[in-house]
Structures are given as C-alpha cells and as structure tokens.
C-alpha cells in the first residue's frame, strides 16, 4: 500500500466500512489521514466501524474502534509538506489526547483539536466512538499564533462544537444515503464556524495561566540565548517552540522572514555591534564570527559583504574611524559650560546631548534609515512625501559631516544615535 501525506485525490469519496481485522483497519486509516504510527496490535476478535467522507481539502469521519495507541511521529509530522487542524468529538467512551506538552482527557460531549504538523499521541478507550474533521492550514490564517494554546485542550464554546457535530453528523448520514451534492454547502460553514470560535477562544487566557509572549518574541529570544551554537538550525528553534518545520517556516512567512534568515541576520547584527565597539577592537573578526555562530570565517566574509556591501575589516577600519572623528563631538564640553560642538563641519554649539543637535523629524529619519532600503521607503514608514525626507537629510548629512547614507548611518551608530540591536533582524539595511 502507498502511504500518503495528503487526503484522497478526489473531491470527496464515501467511505462506510466494517472492519474485522486488524491490518485492514490499519491500511484504511493510513490510507484517509494523515500516515499513523499504532503501537497496538490485534490478532483476533476485532470490530471496527468508519462512516463519512475524504477530500483533498476536508475530512469527515466516524470511527469507532477497540481499544488503540497510535501516534503521529515527530519525523513523519515535521517531513509532511501538508498540515491540517485535527477536531475530535468524543460521541462515547474516552480519547486522550497528547501534544505541545499538553494532554485532555475526553468523555461524550467534549471537543479538542490537534495539529497534524506536529508530533501527537491517542489513546483510545475500548469501543470508543468519536468524530473527526480535518480542515486545511489556510481556512484559519491565525492558526499557527493560536495552535500552542488550543492543541490538547477541552474546547470551551460548547453550543459552537455542538451546532458544528449536528451538522456534521447530519452531512453523514444523508452521504451514506447516497446524496453527496451538499458536501460544500456543510463544511464550509461549519469551517467558519469553527474557525471563529479558535479565534475567540484563543483569545481568553487559559485559568491561572501567565501571558505568554508572541511565537515571534520566543523564537527570537531562544536565537539570542543560543547564538553562540553553530548547530543552531530552523529545525532546532522549531522543536523549542513546539512547531514542525514547516510550521515555523510559515508562521514566520506571515512576518516575511524564515528561520534560516532570521538566524544569519541576528547573528550579523550582533558581528556588527561588536565590530563597531572600540572596546572590543583588538578582538580579531574571526573570532567576533566564531563567538556569534559563524562556524567559518570566510563565510562570515561573504555573508557580511553581500549584506553591507564591503568587507568587515574594512567597515570595520570606517566605523572606528569615524568614532575617532565623533568622539570630539560627543565630548569637547567647554569648562563652567554646556554647550558641546555639533558633530559636523558647521561647528555651531548645540546643547551637550547628541540628539539634541538633530530635530525631531531628523532623530526619526535617522532612525529609520538602517531599516528602509530606500527614501521611498523612509517616507512611507513616517507618513511624509520623498521630498521632506530628501529635505531633512541634507541638513542630516550636514550636521554629521559626511556626504551619503551609509557614512550617515556609521556616524550615528558611533554617535549613540542608532541602536543597531534593535534594529529589526530581517531588514536589510544598506550598512
């Protein structure tokens, strides 16, 4: 039997079987979902029913079986290059339910969902009957900020679960009655039914649970405490936040990153701040990239050229340059006084504080300038036409003494104007 990783071909395809041997249960259900791995094994006196239907989008089914384990292996999930929101119904008898860390316990009445992209376990009392219903990644975009809260949990908006089975069930049984024309016409509103209701429900906090933060802010906070691993790859940062692979890959896609890239560009952000720290200039390059991650230097090399467009020792010798030059702006403080020279060639006095040489709407193109690729870019970020923003770099350039953007944003990181650690990981800026 081949085994797949996606549903049936055909739209949708009845399916009402009695099964009263093990192995052909096991190739039916290997055949409709998502590939199972059963830890149990029966050699006789075996009873299984299935009622409902498969399609390349949607599954419905029935099942009720003899006492089962199965689970859905980590490997097997996480190389999938399908994943589906699983629901359960428990119709009578008990289902428990493991994943993320997570287990539920269900009895007649009760409903839970799982993620077939990740690993999960089910333990399936004797003559335990339930209902399942598989719908694809895409009927509910915000799955993947909501899956870590929802996956093996008791579903909380009962009248929801319990309208969206009646309708189900009712879709069965005039399926196994040969019409089928209504397919579409049920599921689709169940989807949305459902998919509202994980909407709501994951946006009330779970009783005596904290706050957690973003998927974004955890994947972005286990790079930073793991950046000096160079084993640090897309499929370690999935498992630490409970995701397969192709998970993380598209949550993250909904922010235009993915893992590769934001792992290189927080380690190139790092490389970058200690590069332009005089206190660490008689650290070689090498060892700055070897203490980031980097597990090559001439990698390192090449990576940080194509995104700054020079060599690191070169921009290197350029921004520590440049720190010299300011270092008398920032610190040339007339005795009994506190006026300090502007920075660039003017050499009109200003007040001691840096910032305060620049204008509101400079500090914010400043600020802007290493994240946006061009002034275009700039303008849209603060709401204002080209032109201003032309307008206020010239007088930019002109207080820092240099003649373009890139001498511009050297000069203002040097100067404490620019934090290049909260700069965004995924922009590519033009250093």
Known sequence: MDITTDLPSRDFQAARRRFREFAPFKDFVNATFPWLEFKTSWRRDFVADAVGYAG????????????????????????DQVGHIKFFWQLSGM???????????????????????RAYR????DHARFAVLLLPYDSYPDWFR?????????????????????????????????DDDCVEDVVLPVQSMLCNSLERMAGRPRHGAPEGRSLLQRVQAHIDRNLHDPGLSPGELARAVNLSRRGLYLALKRHGLTPARLITDTRLARCRQALADPARQARTITDIAFEYGFADAARFSHIFRACHGMPPREWRHRVLADEQFNAAGRDAVAPGGNAMRTVGSAGTAASASPTAVFTRRERQILTHLPECGSNADVARSLSVSENTVKFHLKSIYRKLGVSGRLPAIRAAGALGLLDFSQTPMHARSDL
């Open 56 to 79: 390349q989008q949607h599954l419905i089914m029935q099942l009720q079986t003899p006492a089962v384990h199965v689970q859905r292996p980590r490997r097997r999930a996480e190389s």
């Open 95 to 117: 289902t428990a339910l493991e994943q993320g860390g997570q287990e539920v316990v269900m009895r007649p009445g009760d409903t839970t969902v799982c993620d077939t992209a």
């Open 122 to 125: 089910l333990r399936v009392a």
């Open 146 to 178: 909501t899956a870590e809260r929802l996956v093996a949990t008791r579903l909380t908006e009962r009248a929801t679960t319990r309208a969206a089975l009646c309708a189900l069930m009712s879709l069965m049984q005039s399926t196994a009655a040969g």
